[in-house]
């Protein structure tokens, strides 16, 4: 059971490069989300997948696009990559909200 | 729309002893849920004690509880006999109870650390 998985873990692009950030749970949540982190700012949500076929933005959607492809994953793509979109990407899941919700280890990008 | 609020920027604790870091929400909602995460240097997002705005009861989980004052609208953290393991960054989260969302709002946190 490896809870939620994120890939690359670490990852460096030049501005107007574009870049897919994998997300898989195991744990047959129906909800997935992803948050990023900037120093000082805590996470914001950037889209979230309430179950599988819907998605929708949250606070900071603008620059990327989301695809919950089946009940487990969830990817974050980046069409064309800007240095304001340097931060640490979480992506999360939930199953009742009571419970709140698991997060993956995170990617460090860093936009040149 | 909720806001979430750590006034502690950092903090810092002796080994040992005790440590009460606080949290301030606004919502006009009656039903919600309020969570502490743990960032370690690792960078991994851990739960680390809930409560839900209907009990009254505080929530305790071993070393960590939690007063939460529902008309104060404040929830504060409180960690008992501090272990160096628990120098991390502490997050505040707020989460409706109703509808489809269930996000996540967080606070910008709180940098403590714990000293030998």
């Known amino acids: 059971n490896a809870g939620v998985t994120q890939t690359p873990k670490f990852q460096v692009l030049k501005t107007g490069q574009s870049m897919t950030l994998q997300c898989a749970q195991d744990?047959?949540?129906?909800?997935m989300y992803w948050y990023r982190q900037d120093p000082g700012m805590g996470l914001r949500l950037i889209y979230y997948?309430?179950?599988?076929?819907?998605?929708d933005k949250g606070e900071v959607p603008n620059g990327y696009n989301v695809s919950r492809l089946n009940k487990r994953e969830f990817s974050l793509r980046l069409e064309s990559a800007a240095p304001s979109q340097t931060s640490v990407y979480f992506c999360?899941?939930?199953?009742?909200?009571?419970?709140?919700?698991?997060f993956g280890p995170g990617t460090r990008l860093t936009v040149l | 729309a909720q806001t979430v609020t750590q006034s502690q920027p950092e903090m810092s604790v002796q080994e040992a002893e005790t440590v009460t870091l606080s949290c301030t929400y606004d919502?006009?909602?009656?039903?919600?849920?309020l969570f502490w995460y743990k960032q370690p240097p690792s960078r991994q997002m851990i739960l680390v004690i809930r409560?839900?705005?209907?009990?009254?009861q505080n929530a305790t989980e071993n070393r960590f509880s939690v007063n939460f004052q529902k008309a104060a609208k404040s929830f504060s953290l409180k960690i008992s006999d501090s272990q160096l393991g628990d120098t991390a960054m502490y997050f505040c989260?707020?989460?409706?109870?109703?509808?489809?969302?269930?996000?996540?709002?967080f606070g910008k946190g709180t940098l403590l650390t714990v000293n030998p």
């Open positions: 999360a899941s939930r199953q009742v909200p009571y419970l709140g919700q698991f």
């Open positions: 744990m047959n949540h129906n909800s």
């Open positions: 997948s309430a179950s599988e076929g819907t998605t």
């Open positions: 919502t006009s909602e009656n039903n919600y849920y």
């Open positions: 409560q839900e705005a209907y009990k009254q």
């Open positions: 989260a707020f989460s409706r109870s109703g509808g489809s969302n269930y996000k996540l709002t």
